[in-house]
């Protein structure tokens, strides 16, 4: 467990001292899109010092959020548990509510290909998708975003996912879309896909320009009530 203690007896006080202290949420963040290794944790959160993602690594497997797991009969990788996987709609509720005050980037902030991939998962409407097959690229980060039926899968292109990564899907996706960090507009409603497109926000590369249409019906947040 974190070595800060709250001196409370309350459930949002244990779930603080187990998640809350620096980097923490954000390796449980890199840990839903899939299990990785050391390496690749500290490549997917290029700023954290090797002693604190040690020291957080440990603390996480202590309070059984975290596990480590042999690798195809050949080293460890870092997975979440079952208590630790249960965070996943409450990491996806932090990232909508923080969805809206991001505003830019700050200068040096990075996108990484885990994060796209679980801020992606954070927009998901199920409930209004249409079928989608597209390669998303923004900066040096590429997925294949791929939506069949209402489900959602995202692999990544660029840079080139670990072994432990989902498999990538056969086939050519129907079209190649480039972004930057204003595709939060688009996500967010601000502008239809004709002004992001004439912004220079999005450009559809291959394939049919509708098909942002498609991808703004499925993948949306709603504004918060003030």
Known sequence: MAARSYGQYCGVTTA???IGERWALLIVRDLLVGPR???DLKQGLPRIPTNILSTRLKELQEGGVVRRAPLHGSGLV???TPYGRALEPIVLALGRWGFQTMGVPGEGDVVTADSLTMALRTA???ERSSDLDI???LGDVALRVIVDAGVLQVAQLAPAAPPV?????PGEPEAV???????????AGDVSPEQAVAQDLVAVVR???RILDAFTKTFHIDPLAA
Do not use: C, K, S
């Open 37 to 39: 290794r050391y390496t």
């Open 177 to 187: 879309v480039v972004a930057g960090p204003g595709i939060r507009r688009l996500i």
């Open 16 to 18: 603080v001292e187990l």
């Open 124 to 126: 998901f409407r199920p």
């Open 207 to 209: 394939g049919d320009q």
């Open 135 to 137: 390669a998303l690229h």
């Open 165 to 169: 990564g989902g498999a990538l899907p």
């Open 78 to 80: 870092y997975e979440l």
